[in-house]
């Protein structure tokens, strides 16, 4: 009888894990936004970025990352929020968007956050930037997080030309 109930036990723990999200939580001014933590690689520092031409105003460029290409997305100007002017405290956030990596240019990175997939709203409509570019809202203690569509945020970028 005990050995069921620890596998009961077990069983509602990995319930349990399969309807929470990791998240990664950075900030672009007072807006808190998230991404699965799954489809980060790395944190970076910003040391600049190699611009391209005839990219879009978000594409601040890109960066050799130990023998990978990878292209910079401003996200302040991918949410129609003006470019960046970015110092030594702004950050990249390198992430794998299919089987593709990107970096995303934000102010900074604030935690780790555990979130229930219940929890999860839909983003209202009023905005179409950011109906367009998250996958939804979470509250987490007190602040709203928004969820970033990564594959949203990269299209339109001009980058395969």
């Known amino acids: ?8 036990d077990i069983n509602g723990a990995a319930a349990a ?37 005839n990219t879009r105003e978000f594409v601040r460029g890109v960066i050799n990352l130990r023998g990978t290409i990878v ?4 996200l302040r100007a991918r949410f129609g929020e003006g ?9 990249v956030v390198v992430m794998s968007v299919g089987d593709k990596w990107v970096g995303i240019l934000v102010d900074a990175v604030s ?13 209202p409509e009023g905005n179409s930037i950011d109906t367009e570019l998250l996958n939804g809202i979470v509250t987490h203690e007190s ?15 001009k980058l395969d030309s």
């Open 111 to 123: 935690d780790i956050l555990t979130v229930s997939k219940d929890d999860i709203h839909n983003v």
């Open 83 to 91: 470019q960046t002017s970015p110092t030594k405290n702004h950050v």
């Open 17 to 53: 894990a399969q309807n929470t999200l990791q998240l990664i939580a950075f900030s672009i001014g007072e807006q808190t936004y998230g991404v699965e933590i799954t489809t980060v690689r790395e944190i970076r520092a910003w040391n600049g970025a190699t611009p391209l031409p």
């Open 1 to 8: 009888m005990e050995a069921l109930g620890f596998k009961d």
């Open 143 to 157: 602040r709203m997080v928004g969820l970033i569509d990564l594959h949203a945020v990269v299209s339109g970028a």
């Open 71 to 74: 292209p910079i997305f401003d």
